[in-house]
């Protein structure tokens, strides 16, 4: 990619948002195959919920599901960033220029916020989560965003055996599962609108 077009995508609120659009329409293609999949696993009379291989395909989908709707938030509210707060990018950028002058590379040096990927510490620094409302429901449900990102929907493991995302038991467990697109679905809303206003 040339130096101008990697700048010009890195700071452009609507490259962020497109992708985000994206990631969230691939995540609810892969929702109906995971309830595709987990329909047919329970159709299956003999099959053990918890060690059943239809059934264990199918919370893999899920949790890859969530991962493209997660990162689909993490795109969003990094647009929306770049679009309040331009100088975030333009004071990251480095160039190195040839005997000419001409731009030959450029790089962006990932600081906070744009090294992470805590949902819910980038919801907050775009104003979705203030401090007035603690959200409490929603705090958790990024947090497990952020663990989702990580290591569940990409891994089959996180890479220790403490590092499990641990539930605040503000939600019902079912938030985490087949109820998840119905409670991350309004914060996507969110997300987006926030991301379109001008």
């Known amino acids: ?88 990018v333009q004071n990251q950028l480095t160039f190195e220029n040839d005997d000419q002058g001409n731009v030959i590379s450029a790089k962006f040096k990932c600081g906070f916020p744009f090294n992470t990927h805590d949902l819910e510490a980038l919801a907050r620094k775009v104003g979705i989560l203030d401090g007035r409302r603690l959200h409490e429901e929603m705090r958790e449900l990024l947090a497990y965003g952020k663990d989702v990102i990580t290591w569940s929907g990409r891994y089959p493991t996180p890479l220790a055996n403490d590092a499990d995302f641990r539930r605040r038991h503000h939600l019902p467990v079912n938030a985490f599962g087949e109820y998840f697109r119905n409670w991350f679905d309004p914060f996507l809303d969110q997300v987006f609108e926030k991301l379109d206003a001008h």
């Open 1 to 88: 990619m040339n130096p101008e077009t990697f700048r010009t995508l890195l700071s452009d609120p609507t490259s962020w948002r497109q992708k985000a659009e994206s990631l969230r329409r691939s995540g609810d293609a892969l929702w109906n195959v995971y309830l595709n999949q987990l329909t047919s696993a329970l159709r299956n009379p003999d099959a053990d919920l918890h060690d059943d291989e239809g059934t264990l395909l199918a919370f893999n989908i899920l949790w890859n599901s969530q991962l493209l709707y997660a990162l689909a938030a993490e795109c969003g509210l990094k647009g929306i960033l770049i679009r309040s707060q331009p100088k975030l």
